[in-house]
């Protein structure tokens, strides 16, 4: 079991996510059906226009299949309601992020539920008029909606979807206030850095009016970094020798998992993978170490 910040980019950032009231249906409803079928927890969610933000806790080892469900369904209906006749995603893969520890979780659940504000489209997380979950949701609200109206089958989906939003793992019910102060006093100080950066830059915030009105087919004008470092786990904020620890771990898996490669394409089967290995598992029916007898 692990918990991730995942993060999906529209293709050139065009704004086909924008929201609206079929958007914002289409996907809380895609998102519940899916993460429920796949048994994943739902801690924070935030739809921007041009991208979308999780953070989730993967229980079964099922990611990649919610990953694919998700996104394709998402897409499908985004084609038929947009009239967009193609790709809806940015070729990148996916980034999925492992978070490593609390505090890192705690972060990047408050980096999600402020990110409309850090992009200057509103001046408090809860006025943005996408989908999203709020600090107080956070292990007590349930997202719902019904079956959008646009292109899935009602005989194979149901015609209504919740989504609980569950507490992160380690954090108990009866430390769910406790909690929810930690992560608003987090979203106020990214609410607040955000605004800064607004004023000394002479900007002013776009305003969720606006927001609503941006064309679907429209692309972000705002400079982006390109060919950066795509990180794959994260650690939070002054804790320690954690990230040497986690940096060792992804090294040592790396080189495991070649030198299992190695040994399958020289057509040794009873090789076993390491611990987290998904692909080789799942399509070739490779032992893991987790599940090898």
Same mark, same amino acid.
């Given at each position: 079991?692990?918990?991730?910040?995942?993060?999906?980019?529209?293709?050139?950032?065009?704004?086909?996510?924008?929201?609206?009231?079929?958007?914002?249906?289409?996907?809380?409803?895609?998102?519940?059906?899916?993460?429920?079928?796949?048994?994943?927890?739902?801690?924070?969610?935030?739809?921007?226009?041009?991208?979308?933000?999780?953070?989730?806790?993967?229980?079964?080892?099922?990611?990649?299949?919610?990953?694919?469900?998700?996104?394709?369904?998402?897409?499908?209906?985004?084609? !038929?309601?947009?009239?967009?006749? *193609? @790709?809806?995603?940015?070729?990148?893969? +996916?980034? =999925?992020? #492992? &978070? %490593?520890?609390? $505090?890192?979780?705690?972060?990047?659940?408050?980096?999600?539920?402020?990110?409309?504000?850090?992009?200057?489209?509103?001046?408090?997380?809860?006025?943005?008029?996408?989908?999203?979950?709020?600090?107080?949701?956070?292990?007590?609200?349930?997202?719902?909606?019904?079956?959008?109206?646009?292109?899935?089958?009602?005989?194979?989906?149901?015609?209504?979807?919740?989504?609980?939003?569950?507490?992160?793992?380690? !954090?108990?019910?009866?430390?769910? *206030? @406790?909690?929810?102060?930690?992560?608003? +006093?987090? =979203?106020? #100080? &990214? %609410?607040?850095? $955000?605004?800064?950066?607004?004023?000394?830059?002479?900007?002013?915030?776009?305003?969720?009016?606006?927001?609503?009105?941006?064309?679907?087919?429209?692309?972000?004008?705002?400079?982006?970094?390109?060919?950066?470092?795509?990180?794959?786990?994260?650690?939070?904020?002054?804790?320690?020798?954690?990230?040497?620890?986690?940096?060792?771990?992804?090294?040592?898996?790396?080189?495991?998992?070649?030198?299992?490669?190695?040994?399958?394409?020289?057509?040794?089967?009873?090789?076993?993978?390491?611990?987290?290995?998904?692909?080789?598992?799942?399509?070739?029916?490779?032992?893991?170490?987790?599940?090898?007898?």
């Amino acid at each position: 079991m692990a918990t991730y910040l995942i993060t999906r980019r529209t293709i050139l950032r065009h704004m086909l996510l924008r929201p609206d009231r079929l958007m914002n249906q289409i996907l809380v409803y895609l998102l519940a059906v899916t993460a429920h079928r796949n048994g994943l927890q739902v801690h924070a969610f935030c739809a921007m226009s041009d991208h979308i933000h999780l953070v989730v806790t993967d229980e079964r080892a099922t990611l990649p299949d919610f990953l694919q469900a998700f996104h394709r369904m998402v897409a499908l209906c985004t084609q !038929v309601l947009r009239r967009w006749d *193609a @790709s809806v995603w940015d070729h990148s893969p +996916t980034s =999925v992020v #492992r &978070l %490593e520890t609390p $505090a890192a979780v705690a972060e990047k659940i408050a980096y999600v539920l402020a990110n409309p504000v850090a992009a200057g489209l509103v001046r408090h997380a809860g006025e943005w008029p996408g989908a999203k979950v709020l600090v107080d949701e956070i292990g007590q609200g349930t997202l719902r909606a019904s079956r959008p109206e646009v292109y899935l089958n009602p005989k194979k989906w149901p015609a209504e979807a919740a989504l609980p939003i569950a507490l992160p793992p380690g !954090v108990e019910p009866a430390e769910a *206030a @406790s909690f929810h102060r930690q992560i608003a +006093t987090e =979203v106020a #100080r &990214l %609410e607040a850095a $955000a605004r800064a950066e607004l004023v000394q830059k002479c900007r002013s915030v776009l305003g969720a009016d606006r927001a609503r009105a941006v064309p679907p087919k429209a692309r972000a004008t705002t400079p982006e970094r390109r060919f950066d470092r795509n990180p794959t786990f994260a650690v939070g904020r002054d804790q320690g020798g954690a990230w040497s620890r986690a940096a060792a771990a992804v090294r040592a898996f790396r080189t495991s998992y070649r030198a299992a490669l190695e040994q399958w394409r020289a057509g040794v089967r009873s090789v076993v993978f390491p611990t987290g290995t998904w692909l080789m598992r799942v399509f070739h029916k490779a032992a893991v170490a987790d599940m090898a007898v």
